[in-house]
């Protein structure tokens, strides 16, 4: 975590965290928490008990001599992370996959870049939310939040997510929010006839309602595997 981020912001996160999981808690719905800051580190691996998330959240400090935030690199190791460990299927049904990134947007010192994050993420079929914590123009004393390198990057826009802005001190409202919406999102299975493909051959896909609902796609096609 930030050494920017002060103690009370810090409180309210946790505050608001606990009651985002409350909101999704469920015998089938698994979370795991991963802080950064110049080192990404796993503090809770996968678990469907709220009690032990909350324990793990309430173990997290700021980083002192934070000189770097890894933004991209928590988010890849997030989704490596669901890859390796969480459940495939439960109950024979896919689970939603879902990184949520708190960040001030602005990440530094990142090994890994934007656009591998991105093909990874939609190869595991992860969406990335992000919960911004804005930076404001300082002159003529705007209002307006300044666009961050994190959602220029298209991270979130091209795994099927969405970015919140957390520009109120009371942070539980935007946290339920998003969890309603993680909650209502769903998966589209396609099975193309692969006799007219070629191995490794991409193929756009384009979803369309048509009752004018808002369509978001986490991936633009599908690439047929070459084994």
């Known amino acids: 975590v930030s050494g920017s981020m002060?103690?009370?912001?810090?409180?309210r996160l946790r505050t608001a965290m606990n009651e985002f999981i409350k909101r999704l808690s469920d015998p089938s719905a698994y979370f795991a928490a991963v802080t950064f800051a110049m080192t990404v580190k796993t503090i809770q691996d996968?678990?469907?008990?709220?009690?032990?998330?909350?324990?793990?959240?309430?173990?997290?400090?700021?980083?002192?001599?934070?000189?770097?935030?890894?933004?991209?690199?928590?988010?890849?190791?997030?989704?490596?992370l669901i890859s390796r460990k969480a459940p495939r299927s439960i109950s024979g049904r896919a689970p939603k996959r879902a990184v949520v990134v708190i960040t001030d947007g602005f990440p530094v010192g990142d090994v890994v870049s934007p656009a591998t994050v991105i093909e990874r993420a939609n190869e595991a079929k992860v969406s990335v939310f992000s919960v911004i914590l804005p930076s404001f123009l300082k002159s003529v004393g705007s209002k307006r939040p300044l666009l961050t390198p994190f959602e220029s990057s298209d991270l979130v826009t091209k795994t099927g997510g969405i970015?919140?802005?957390?520009?109120?001190?009371?942070?539980?409202?935007?946290?339920?929010?998003?969890?309603?919406?993680i909650a209502t999102s769903y998966g589209i299975a396609l099975y193309p006839?692969?006799?007219?493909?070629?191995?490794?051959?991409?193929?756009?896909?384009?979803?369309?309602?048509?009752?004018?609902?808002?369509?978001?796609?986490?991936?633009?096609?599908?690439?047929?595997?070459?084994?």
Request: net charge negative; proline share 5%.
């Open 46 to 80: 996968f678990t469907n008990r709220p009690e032990r998330f909350e324990r793990s959240l309430a173990k997290i400090k700021k980083d002192q001599d934070g000189l770097s935030t890894h933004a991209y690199d928590a988010v890849d190791d997030a989704v490596r």
């Open 163 to 181: 970015s919140m802005y957390a520009s109120e001190r009371n942070l539980e409202p935007l946290f339920t929010a998003l969890a309603e919406r």
């Open 6 to 11: 002060t103690g009370p912001e810090l409180d």
């Open 193 to 227: 006839d692969e006799e007219k493909l070629s191995p490794g051959e991409f193929r756009n896909v384009r979803i369309e309602s048509t009752r004018g609902y808002n369509i978001v796609q986490n991936r633009p096609g599908y690439r047929l595997s070459k084994h």
